[in-house]
């Protein structure tokens, strides 16, 4: 029999902001946005053309339906029917068609894995690919030489667990010396305790359905000289724990971050302000059982359920304010996650998000993203360009850069917007550059009144040639992008037309 993927399963993991070229987005006609998708899908229309049937799809089968009349697509091993959603497609039909007739996992992998696909086209599910025939014993197929993991990726980590009377402490083995905090990430739901610790570009987890009940408060130590992790876990009752537990999904495995699924955990809206006309500050907070800080430069998924359909959005959080003076510890900051959003009264997601009230909850998934903060090493000058929200990602590499590295001769910030009514943060950017001289930040508008008097237009070799100058001649240099991806592929080029290195260059483009 055949298993329907659920509505509620999480959405695969995400690339959403990357370094490379971020995709284009094709006008959709009218009556073809996500909301008529949705409407379309709840209509009872067969969108499958198998009447309600789920079959098992061989490759033979699947090749045949390759055109976009008849295309199938499989994803993960589920086959879907793309016919009726490719006029819907914000990429496009020729993308969807890429993959038509074949395994589309790869190419979606690249382009948008975060998309929760198993909601957006459950109606279009054809079935589940045909299983291939086992391959005769001893003849492994090279995938699975578990040779193959040792050369590729780390060596594998381990963990183990003692007691106390009144605690339980797990201890993680990374056997790596660049571990943190930001490193592990503990959820603790119920009787599941999972534990996922990033190791470069793979996932360690250790999952687990504890023997005994546990307090939700927990501490997470990490020793960085040796890799090592504890987890301290509080117990219930002062009793002997003969075993920890039992081994749910995944558990003690490790895998490319690439293929694990997002999980999710329910954050509680504390406050949201007014940062623009259009652009507000919400602080959620995790919930005790959840020990999860977001590395800099990486970002997080927001998931609502509207219309009975999941919808999930990346945004990048951001320190709570630019100005440490600004800081109110109430809670300790750990477990707050700030983020500025735009709110467009069109669109369908952030209206929902605006309209919920303090105390309401959000789903927030794991961190995503390459970021990596070895490119700070020995820097000197760092270099941030952003167009409106793309200033988002900026806020903690300001904090972090004019904090933390002391080779640092200058940080410079030029902020795109349209009017002086969108600039995010104004006053707090102008007091950090009177507060610290290595600070500089110069605002250009596209759309400026007649009082305007700083700089005006859009992104140009021009502007950014004047701008990007170097301390030294040979001076380490670092410089970061973010905006809507026309901005972002624009600037791109420019910047290698004035012979930066692609070393030399982060962008962070949205899908």
Not at 47 to 68: A, D, M, P, Q, S
Not at 252 to 272: A, E, F, V, W
Not at 273 to 286: G, R, Y
Not at 367 to 378: L, R, S, T, W, Y
Request: hydrophobic residues 35%; proline residues 5%; aromatic residues 10%.
């Amino acid at each position: 029999m055949l298993n329907i993927p659920s509505q509620a399963f999480p959405a695969p993991s995400s690339q959403q902001r990357v370094a490379s070229g971020g995709r284009s987005k094709v006008p959709l006609k009218q009556g073809r946005s996500l909301m008529d998708w949705i409407r379309l899908t709840k209509s009872g229309k067969d969108l499958t053309g198998l009447k309600g049937r789920l079959i098992e799809v061989t490759e033979e089968e699947l090749k045949k339906h390759n055109t976009k009349d008849d295309c199938w697509i499989c994803i993960r091993g589920f086959v879907y029917n793309v016919s009726p959603y490719m006029e819907y497609h914000p990429g496009g039909e020729d993308e969807l068609m890429k993959a038509a007739g074949s395994d589309g996992t790869d190419l979606f992998d690249q382009v948008h894995r975060w998309v929760n696909y198993e909601s957006m086209l459950k109606e279009c599910l054809v079935g589940r690919m045909a299983v291939k025939p086992a391959v005769p014993k001893g003849m492994l197929p090279k995938s699975q030489v578990p040779d193959a993991l040792a050369k590729e990726g780390p060596v594998s980590p381990s963990y183990d667990w003692f007691q106390t009377d009144s605690l339980v402490t797990i201890v993680i083995y990374t056997k790596q010396k660049d571990v943190n905090l930001d490193s592990v990430i503990v959820d603790h739901q119920y009787d599941s305790f999972r534990a996922e610790t990033i190791i470069k570009d793979y996932s360690y987890l250790i999952h687990i359905e504890l023997s005994h009940a546990i307090q939700e408060d927990f501490s997470v130590r990490v020793v960085a000289n040796v890799g090592k992790i504890e987890i301290v876990l509080k117990k219930k009752e002062n009793t002997s724990w003969e075993c920890l537990g039992h081994p749910l999904e995944n558990h003690n495995s490790l895998i490319p971050k690439k293929d694990t699924g997002l999980y999710y955990r329910k954050c509680q809206l504390i406050s949201k302000e007014d940062a623009t006309h259009d652009t507000k500050l919400f602080c959620l907070m995790l919930p005790p059982s959840t020990h999860l800080q977001v590395p800099i430069g990486q970002h997080v998924y927001l998931k609502l359920t509207i219309t009975g359909t999941e919808i999930v959005k990346p945004y990048t959080p951001v320190s709570d304010s630019l100005l440490s003076e600004f800081k109110e510890p109430v809670i300790p900051n750990n477990k707050y996650i700030y983020f500025l959003i735009k709110i467009y009264p069109a669109g369908l997601f952030t209206p929902e998000l605006d309209h919920l009230q303090i105390g309401d909850f959000v789903s927030i998934s794991n961190p995503e993203g390459n970021f990596k903060i070895a490119q700070f090493q020995e820097l000197e000058d760092l270099f941030l360009l952003a167009a409106g929200t793309g200033f988002t990602p900026m806020v903690k590499i300001l904090n972090y850069a004019l904090t933390n590295i002391s080779s640092l001769r200058k940080v410079k910030l030029m902020f795109f917007n349209k009017t002086e009514d969108d600039i995010i943060w104004r006053s707090q950017l102008e007091k950090l550059a009177f507060k610290d001289k290595r600070f500089d930040v110069e605002f250009v508008l596209s759309q400026p009144t007649s009082e305007w008097n700083g700089k005006k237009g859009c992104i140009s070799p021009g502007l950014l040639s004047e701008f990007l100058k170097r301390s030294l001649d040979n001076s380490k240099v670092l410089i970061c992008i973010c905006g809507p991806a026309a901005f972002t592929e624009q600037g791109m080029r420019m910047l290698h037309d004035l012979n930066f290195s692609k070393d030399e260059i982060h962008a962070f483009t949205a899908s």
